[in-house]
């Protein structure tokens, strides 16, 4: 049981993350989102520190704001 409820809190999770990367009210929209989820799934791929994996994301998005 305990295996199950794991399995649907990450599902859960993954479900929220792509909802609030990629919908606006009820639009799809690609933005800077996108990228700062890009930047942090590379550096959480490459076995980063957390912190540094949230300011690399962060960094992305405002890069990004600024340029578009």
Do not use: K
């Not at 960094?59 to 578009?68: D, I, K, N």
């Amino acid at each position: 049981m305990a295996r199950i409820a794991g399995a649907i809190t990450v599902a859960l999770l993954s479900a929220l993350t792509v909802m609030n990367t990629f919908a606006a009210g009820t639009a799809l929209v690609l933005d800077a989102r996108l990228a700062a989820l890009g930047v942090a799934a590379l550096a959480l791929g490459l076995r980063l520190p957390f912190l540094l994996v949230v300011v690399l994301g962060a960094a992305a998005a405002e890069l990004v704001r600024w340029w578009g």
